[in-house]
């Protein structure tokens, strides 16, 4: 062992009271215990100084993720940074899922490269999906200094001490990513289970994985490759933590999963699924709202699930369950394991159990063989399935998935940017056609903090700041009101809807304001400064 591989823990687990066996090591690798007391000494001023900037890409895993790491550096000593500016390293959490989101992380290395130049001391790491997946070829660009796959993020406080200690470059992935040993597993539950998930962006709500993985291997999709064999957490911890969460202030829990539906958990006799999840999460009393994202179009549990929506006031009746084409030919080769009518008819059993339920879907258009009649067949499905929204996106081959390698990308862009566009305008009808039947109805809504967007008339505002919140039902809700609602909950009258947010007036509000809640507001009202 390298003296300096010692100090390659959380500063707080080691201090300079151990320096006896510090400097035997450092002596017995040549270095003079002078040399070597004032390296500690730097080392240990840089990383409880060391500032962190990190961006975040993709979906709400990598949040979680994102979520996971800034608690483990802050518990680790370092300062997080809201800008490049000042920060001694920055960290990128990236996402695989599509060419394009690659492609924004690659453009933003390049940015990173040229403020290198001038600021060559500043250490990049590429952290997640993209990590795992292209591993050494990103460690060979020269701005990059760390990478780190999404099972490696319990050592990320680690590994940039190790680098901030003078470490040339490091990688750290899974080698064989469908063979995920058992240690790393439990690496990984043990650093989720402990984490105290910090995450600034929404006051009060709160993300919590209850899979990892996933072995679906839809054709397209590169998450199997990169997130490795599905995992179900031990319902215990995932209960834990949620009572952790609400002893923090958190009102809202989101449940995740790549199948959530899936989940499936033995225990001695007893198998929990996530219907028993549901409901021991709704025995946490300061929780208000439990949600799931996302399920895979399948009968195994189904019922029961909804079973626990329509019985479990908490569990909002919000299901987000992508059909990605309405073709059964498309679907067969996507590897989808359901044809479009067993889809609408799980759609038709969940509307008839229970009454009120919102649903989102995922659409990819411009499949490899995708024809009209497919597209057409598509269309027809997002009629019949009435979505709340949808998110569609064109297909993007992923290298070392099925399609990838049995297809070209036949499908020419601009046939999939206007299949895009048509599908789009179809749902957005129906969008609106949803929304507008809020029209003068009163919502309860969980405040998010300040709208980004400028959608209201300023004269209305009374100087009151533009707010975003969502209903139970995952509806976007704009009003003017006093910032200190964020991460509280409130009923707004809807004067006004478009395809995807609502606008009203504030009519009452919840009370407490918590320590959380201020701070959070704090930590956004510094974020929205910059
Ligand atoms: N596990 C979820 C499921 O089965 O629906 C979704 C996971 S994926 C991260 C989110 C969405 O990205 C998918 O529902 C799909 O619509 C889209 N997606 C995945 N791979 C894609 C690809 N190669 N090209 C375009 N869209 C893709
Ligand atoms: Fe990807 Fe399919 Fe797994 Fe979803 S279910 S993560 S689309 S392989």
């Known amino acids: 062992m390298g003296p300096f591989n010692y100090l390659s823990r959380p500063i707080s687990e080691h201090s300079l009271l151990n320096r006896h066996y510090i400097v035997s090591v450092a002596e017995s ?278 079973q626990a929506m329509a019985d479990l006031p908490k569990v909002c009746s919000y299901l987000h369950l992508p059909a990605q084409s309405g073709s059964d030919g498309i679907l067969q080769a996507m590897n989808r394991h359901y044809t479009a009518g067993q889809y609408l008819a799980l759609l038709a059993r969940a509307r008839a159990a229970v009454g009120d339920i919102a649903v989102a879907g995922d659409f990819i258009v411009g499949f490899p063989g995708e024809t009209e009649a497919d597209f057409s067949a598509t269309v027809d499905l997002v009629k019949k399935a009435r979505y709340k929204n949808a998110f569609i996106f064109k297909y993007s081959p992923r290298p070392g998935t099925t399609a990838e390698k049995e297809n070209q990308n036949n499908i020419p862009d601009e046939v999939k940017k206007r299949r895009n566009t048509e599908l789009l305008d179809v749902q957005t009808k129906i969008s609106d056609e949803l929304s507008s039947r809020f029209l003068g109805k009163e919502v309860e809504v969980l405040v998010e903090g300040l709208s980004k967007k400028p959608h209201l008339d300023k004269a209305d505002s009374r100087g009151q700041p533009q707010l975003v919140g969502r209903t139970a039902a995952d509806y976007i809700v704009v009003f003017n009101g006093p910032l200190s609602l964020a991460g509280q909950f409130a009923k707004v009258k809807i004067t006004k809807t478009s395809p995807l947010t609502l606008f009203g007036e504030l009519k009452t509000i919840a009370t407490e304001v918590t320590d959380a809640v201020l701070s959070s507001l704090k930590a956004n009202e510094e974020s929205n400064t910059d």
């Open 29 to 306: 690798n040549g270095y003079s215990a002078f040399d070597f007391h004032a390296r500690i000494l730097y080392i240990y001023l840089s990383m409880s100084t060391a500032r962190v900037h990190i961006n975040s890409f993709g979906c709400q895993m990598n949040k979680l993720d994102t979520a996971l790491v800034t608690a483990s550096l802050k518990q680790a000593g370092f300062v997080l940074a809201d800008g490049i500016e000042q920060c001694d390293v920055v960290l990128i959490n990236t996402c695989s899922v599509r060419g394009h989101a690659e492609q924004r992380v690659l453009s933003h290395l390049g940015n990173l490269k040229h403020i290198k130049q001038t600021r060559p001391e500043m250490i990049v790491g590429v952290v997640g999906c993209m990590a795992q997946r292209l591993g050494g070829e990103l460690l060979a660009r020269d701005e990059v200094d760390i990478v780190c796959g999404p099972a490696q993020i319990p050592q990320i406080a680690e590994l940039v001490t190790e680098t901030l200690s003078g470490k040339k470059k490091t990688l750290a992935v899974t080698e064989k990513i469908r063979q995920a040993s058992e240690e790393q597993t439990r690496a990984l539950e043990e650093f989720e289970s402990a984490a105290d998930a910090d995450d600034r962006t929404v006051p009060n709500q709160a993300y919590v994985r209850v899979m990892r993985g996933c072995n679906n291997f839809c054709s397209y999709c590169v998450v199997p490759f990169v997130r490795g064999p599905e995992v179900c957490r031990p319902p215990k911890a995932v209960i834990e933590q949620i009572k952790k969460l609400a002893d923090r202030g958190v009102k809202s829990v989101t449940l995740l999963g790549q199948r959530v539906n899936a989940y499936e958990y033995k225990q001695g006799r007893k198998t929990y699924c996530l219907a028993d999840l549901l409901e021991m999460a709704s025995e946490v009393e300061a929780i208000k709202w439990l949600r799931f994202v996302t399920s895979y179009p399948s009968e195994k549990f189904f019922d029961g699930i909804l």
